[in-house]
Every structure is written in structure tokens, then in C-alpha cells.
């Protein structure tokens, strides 16, 4: 059997490599324009900052093998054409036409059984000026040397990077950071990462970009780059920016050119159409990785999921049936992770706005605690968000962000782990996490996250947003608003003096015999350090016949929010 891999970056190899362990007698050959193969393309940004010094540092195996040609025929047994581009695929003859990028010369191949792993493309931004010099996407190895290369040749003091997804947040901490430039972010929506996690957390990320220096711009459209031969302004709706370097970081989508030539079936937004075996239309032919479209294991509909760690997954399943296994792929709930200086963001599933924007009646609850016990050294807030379908109760997805990302993927990866079998709020309240004080406290952040979510769906309490909260508290017009703070004296004093009669202070271990003291003609919002305490001053509240408000997330979400505390 011969088998033709087009591809070669991270489904393709792993593909291969399964095939020919599960059947050595088969001829493998992968195919690649790219003189680099089989690199670890979600590393490029931290090569861009320095955290990885060398591009070889990509391409190695665990045990410091580079995974070049030769490493692959002489290991693996899989022969590799790189530097060849694949013109076209003849599926009634079965073979495929071949071009070499060195010398020109076409040839054809005969196959059996095809894999096409041609990944994305990425999105440009489709303005005058995209081609000038200094203007990069970030879509392969070879180009982050570029960009690399043209830093460290001095004279960039100032950069725009566009998109503030993953990758562009990814790429303007390195420039800020290392490199030392003068930053701009620009995004066109109203939001960072906007669709992957809610407009609260968005805007604390905001405020981290701020603090370390990055310049961010949102709502924003770029209309035109200028320069006489290189970049050196980005025109928007909104101004102009001087500018010595351009990263355009505005997403992908899959490469199906190829699938589309021959005639294979594609999806309505243009990827390659597959299969639970990941077969495309022919069923000879097999697709996985970033030129597909995957079932969102929340909707059911169809999600595009480029990453690095899917492709692999997948790629294993595709080598396992090309082998003439039978494994499937059931669909994706959608994680991720990603660092942004001093935090990491991650989530998996849904995020409120795409809730909202798949028709789904959802809302979301927000808890800060500490991600180890509170008496044990070194704890670190976790800001953490669940996104619960009304009145169901089912959990839909969990996003959040901490300075201890270990602790945060900890948490995210347990519900991620619980998605696909369509959680109940009640499932993560019990959800069984392992205990030591070093580690976690003893109800975990993520149960409390779920009693948070049961309790607000059971009607026991009514929410305040943090943006509604700091609206209200700076809105001068906001006469008939007053906020209970039931923190000890000591926490709140500060508030009270800067808020005068509008922030009062009960403690809530004294608030049942002073509750006399609360006004029952106020919009009365409950305020303390997380949200528990106030939830248990909300219930005492409600059994006086006094309605009130709890502010999610409490003061810690207020701090991380920016709002300028006392």
C-alpha cells in the first residue's frame, strides 16, 4: 500500500508515523512546500520573544533528535519530498501531480489511500499596503525568522500588531517585553479575544496589557498601511499610528484549495467535509487537523478548531485507519490556554457572547479565590467563570484567568474533561478534585463555582456585573444606589471614606442584629472581598424582607477589573 501524506507540520507526521508502526510493510511518502517539517507552530511566538532561542529548538523530538528528512526516513521509515509543492490530486486515477519548488520539474505519484493535512491559511487583512516591507502574518516558521531577524537588525522602536486573539496577544507581549517597542494592539471588536471568553475577564486583560505597556485600541478598523517601500503608518477608522513593524494576527481559516480542486465535498464555511473517521467524500481520501471543521461537542454544530494539540489527536485516529483500524472522532468542546505576561487565560467550551450568539438563553457566574488554602504560603487569586444554560442548569463552559496558570489549567481542564457529557451545575459542585492545603482549598474553587451557579439558578441570589458595579458606583446619578460592605471595619473604612454615605459598613457576623440599621429604599448591592460573605449577608438580607444584590466576585474582581480602589 502507498500512501501520500500532503503535509508535513503536525497532522501529517503523527498520521505517518502511526501508520507505519501499525503496518512497517506500508510506503509512506509526506509532501511539504516547506523546507522546515514537522515544527511545533503554536512555539512560534515564544521563539519571536526569546523563550526559545533557536528555530532548531522547534523542530527537535523530547531527546533532541531535529525532525528533518532525514530523520524521518532513516526513524520512521517515512520518505518526505520537501520543497514540493502538490498541484493537483486525479481521484479517478488516483495519483497526484507534483511540482518540485527547486528545479520545476513535475512529476506524478500514484497512491492508495491520500491524507490531506494542508492546515490554513492565514487571514489577511485585505487593505492597500499589506505587501509594503516590515508588514508580517505569523504563518510559518520561516516567516517568525523574518520577523525575528528584522528586530534584532535594529530601528523597529515602534509595532501594531492586529488582532488581539491568542496569537496577537502572544506576539505583543514579545514585543513589549523583550524587544523593548512601543506596542499598539488593535482590535476590531469591542473586546480582546473576543468570542473566547466574556466582556469581565476581557477587560482585566485589558487592564494587564495597560499596565505592562501595550497600548490597546479596540473597535477599531484598519483601513490602509503606508510607507514609501516599507511600512511606517497604519491608517484606521480612528487615526493614524507611526509604525516601523506590522503583525497582522487576525485569524485563519482552512486551507481547502486543494480539496476543492478535486472535487471533494466541503462545509458551508469552506473547509474540507469529514467524517467520524475523518474520511473526506471519497472515502480513499482522509482530512484532520486544520483544514477541517469540527462537531462542537456543546452545539452539535460545526466549529473551527485550529490547534496544534487537536491536529495530533487526530492525527493518530487517521493513522490508526489508514491501517485499516476503525477509530473515530466524536467532536471537540474547544480549550485553551494562553499566556499574557504575568497571566494566563484560559477556557473550554462556550463563553456567554457565543452563547448568545448560538441562540442560547445563558448566564454566567464569576468566584475569585485562592488557589490553595488561605493559611498556606504563596496563594494566588483564581478568577473563574461558568457559563450555565437557563433553566436547564446545564454547564455550556468555563473560562478564566490567574497568575498561576498550573492552578488555572488545573480547574479548566477538570470541567473541560465534563463537557461532552452535557454537565449538570450540580455535577461540578460535586466534582471530585484531589485535596492538600499546598494545592487547593478544601472546597475547591471549581465546586464552589458550581454552588454559586445552582444557588443564582435556584433564585436565592440576584447578581451585580462588575462593569454594572463600577458604572453605578462612578455614575454621580446614581442617588438611590448604596452598597453594603460586610467585610470587617478595617477592610472597609477606606471605601466608606471614599465613598461617604453611599458605602456603609455592617459587618456580616453582626448584620442580623443591626439590620435595622439598613435602609429598605435603596438599590441595595452587597459587597465583600469574593462574594461569599455577601452571599450570606444577601440571605439574611431576604429573610428581613429587604432585597439586595450581590457583587460577583467581590473586591478581589473589582481590583483585577482596574478599578482604582481606596
Not at 181 to 190: F, G, P, Q, R, S
Request: charged share 25%; aromatic share 4%.
Amino acid at each position: 500500500m502507498q500512501v501520500i501524506v500532503v503535509g508535513a507540520v503536525a497532522l501529517g507526521p503523527k498520521a505517518a508515523v502511526r501508520l507505519k508502526r501499525l503496518q512497517p510493510e506500508a510506503r509512506v511518502i509526506m509532501i511539504d512546500r516547506d523546507e522546515r517539517i514537522s515544527y511545533g507552530g503554536c512555539g512560534i511566538p515564544y521563539f519571536i520573544s526569546g523563550d526559545v532561542s533557536e528555530p532548531s529548538q522547534l523542530m527537535t523530538t523530547s531527546f533532541h533528535m531535529v525532525r528533518d528528512a532525514d530523520f524521518f526516513r532513516r526513524a520512521k521509515g517515512v520518505e518526505v519530498l520537501s520543497r514540493t509543492e502538490v498541484l493537483a490530486v486525479d481521484r479517478p486515477a488516483k495519483r497526484v501531480r507534483i511540482r518540485s519548488l527547486a528545479t520545476g520539474e513535475e512529476s506524478e505519484l500514484p497512491y492508495d489511500k491520500l491524507l490531506l493535512a494542508t492546515g490554513r491559511k492565514t487571514r489577511r487583512l485585505g487593505v492597500p499596503g499589506e505587501d509594503l516591507a516590515g508588514v508580517f502574518t505569523v504563518s510559518s516558521l520561516g516567516e517568525a525568522i523574518q520577523i525575528k531577524e528584522t528586530m534584532t537588525g535594529g530601528g523597529v522602536e515602534r509595532a501594531v500588531v492586529v488582532g488581539s486573539g491568542p496569537i496577537g496577544l502572544e506576539i505583543a507581549e514579545a514585543m513589549a517585553d523583550l524587544w523593548d517597542i512601543e506596542t499598539t494592539l488593535i482590535e476590531i471588536a469591542d473586546q480582546v479575544l473576543p468570542g473566547m471568553i466574556g466582556p469581565i475577564l476581557a477587560h482585566m486583560v485589558e487592564e494587564h496589557l495597560a499596565e505592562r505597556g501595550v497600548t490597546v485600541r479596540l473597535a477599531e478598523r484598519v483601513e490602509r498601511l503606508e510607507g514609501e517601500g516599507a511600512v511606517a503608518r497604519v491608517v484606521t477608522d480612528k487615526g493614524t499610528l507611526d509604525t516601523d513593524l506590522v503583525i497582522v494576527a487576525v485569524g485563519a481559516q482552512p486551507n481547502a484549495d486543494l480539496a476543492r480542486a478535486a472535487g471533494l465535498a466541503l462545509t458551508p464555511h469552506g473547509a474540507i467535509q469529514v467524517n467520524e473517521r475523518l474520511q473526506t467524500s471519497d472515502p480513499d481520501i482522509y482530512a484532520g487537523g486544520d483544514c477541517i471543521e469540527n462537531v462542537s461537542l456543546i452545539t452539535g454544530g460545526l466549529v473551527y478548531t485550529p490547534m496544534g494539540s487537536l491536529a495530533n489527536r487526530q492525527g493518530r485516529i487517521i493513522g490508526t485507519n489508514l491501517a485499516g483500524g476503525d477509530e473515530t472522532f466524536d467532536g471537540a468542546v474547544g480549550s485553551f490556554i494562553v499566556k499574557v505576561f504575568d497571566l494566563t487565560v484560559a477556557g473550554a467550551g462556550l463563553s456567554l457572547p457565543r452563547a448568545g450568539a448560538e441562540g442560547i438563553e445563558a448566564m454566567s457566574v464569576l468566584v475569585v479565590q485562592g488557589d490553595r488554602a488561605h493559611f498556606y504560603p504563596g496563594m494566588e487569586l483564581l478568577y473563574l467563570e461558568l457559563i450555565v444554560e437557563r433553566p436547564s442548569g446545564r454547564v455550556l463552559g468555563i473560562q478564566g484567568l490567574s497568575p498561576r496558570g498550573e492552578a488555572l489549567a488545573t480547574r479548566v481542564n477538570a470541567v473541560a474533561a465534563l463537557l461532552k457529557h452535557r454537565p449538570h451545575v450540580r455535577d461540578v459542585s460535586q466534582l471530585e478534585l484531589a485535596y492538600a492545603p499546598p494545592y487547593a482549598m478544601a472546597m475547591d474553587v471549581v465546586n464552589v463555582l458550581g454552588n454559586v451557579a445552582d444557588n443564582t439558578l435556584a433564585g436565592f441570589q440576584e447578581v451585580v456585573e462588575v462593569d454594572e458595579f463600577v458604572r453605578l458606583l462612578e455614575s454621580p446619578d446614581a442617588g438611590q444606589c448604596l452598597f453594603l460592605d460586610v467585610r470587617g471595619p478595617q477592610n472597609a473604612e477606606p471605601f466608606v471614606a471614599a465613598y461617604g454615605d453611599r458605602w456603609v459598613n455592617i459587618p456580616q457576623e453582626t448584620l442580623v442584629e443591626r439590620m435595622a440599621e439598613v435602609p429598605r429604599d435603596k438599590d441595595l448591592i452587597v459587597v465583600c472581598n469574593n462574594g461569599a460573605r455577601s452571599y450570606e449577608a444577601l440571605l439574611a438580607l431576604k429573610q428581613a424582607g429587604i432585597g439586595s444584590r450581590n457583587l460577583q466576585g467581590g473586591v478581589g474582581a473589582l481590583k483585577r477589573w482596574g478599578l482604582k480602589t481606596p
